[in-house]
């Protein structure tokens, strides 16, 4: 009976040895596991209806006083400055590509021939009203944001901050349109954005550029090699200093309006 007891003992020992070496096989072949570190999701709140561009939805740029360029820039949409005149645009015809519905992008100014200067003063009419739709009160209540969106990741909604926003060097700002290809986002400062050099907005989920409406207070200033998606409609001044990407329109608006700044910089209408 013992020799019995010790033989069936020895087996069960050799079959639980078996199941706890190929345990181990498969541990090891597969390598030990990652936890991946979470990314800060921020709710937006109420959905948003896109913010109304009118006629100033042709424009990649629309100025007022000036244009200044260092070259060698690139835009694919139609260039507006109203009133500043066609001298007071450093950026070359050359510089400006591609077709839309309107024919051949170009630049515009306020002192050309024909209908163009009227053009111009309702497509700048346009973009003031739409930065007064991007901040009105009937959007809803907003979520709060403040300082350096770094490593956020923002759902579809509503977004304001009572001063600055910005993205540290380097830094990622990720927008999740959530499966929604119509998704919009609404992010506006009372005073300034700024994306600082080598960061990057990101869509996740579907969203898309056109979907993407930033107002600021007073300036917006894409750093050097920043990426940026949207459409940035700001109250003085627009900057995208060297090697700069926006796929979105750059549009000024306002009494106190000033200058669109380009440095080698790449625009694309969304």
Do not use: H
């Not at 591609?98 to 051949?104: K, P, S």
Request: hydrophobic share 40%; charged share 10%; proline share 4%.
């Amino acid at each position: 009976m013992k020799k019995l007891l010790l033989l069936i003992f020895c087996g069960l020992l050799v079959i639980s040895l078996g199941i706890f070496s190929q345990g181990c096989k498969k541990t090891s072949s597969s390598g030990p596991v990652v936890i991946p570190t979470a990314i800060p999701t921020v709710t937006g709140g109420m959905t948003q209806a896109a913010v109304v561009l009118g006629t100033s939805s042709r424009f990649a740029i629309l100025s007022d006083q000036a244009i200044t360029d260092v070259p060698t820039s690139s835009i694919t949409g139609d260039v507006g400055i109203s009133p500043g005149a066609r001298s007071s645009c450093a950026l070359l015809p050359a510089e400006v590509n591609g077709t839309g519905a309107n024919g051949a992008y170009a630049i515009y100014a306020s002192d050309d021939a024909g209908s163009v200067p009227a053009m111009l003063v309702q497509a700048k009419t346009d973009a003031l009203n739409a930065y007064g739709d991007a901040v009105n009160s009937s959007r809803g209540t907003p979520t709060s944001i403040s300082g350096n969106l770094n490593g956020l990741t923002l759902a579809p909604g509503l977004y304001e901050s009572g001063s600055s926003i910005q993205i540290s060097p380097g830094g990622i700002l990720y927008l999740d349109g959530q499966g929604d290809a119509n998704a919009v986002f609404v992010i506006r400062s009372a005073t300034s954005i700024t994306t600082e050099s080598t960061s990057a907005v990101v869509l996740e989920g579907s969203a898309q550029a056109k979907n993407i409406f930033w107002s600021a207070g007073s300036a917006i200033t894409l750093g050097t090699n920043s990426v940026m998606k949207g459409t940035m409609i700001a109250g003085t001044s627009i900057s995208l200093l060297t090697g700069a990407t926006l796929d979105g329109r750059a549009l000024i608006q306002g009494a106190t309006a000033g200058n669109v700044v380009l440095q080698k910089a790449t625009i694309v209408l969304p």
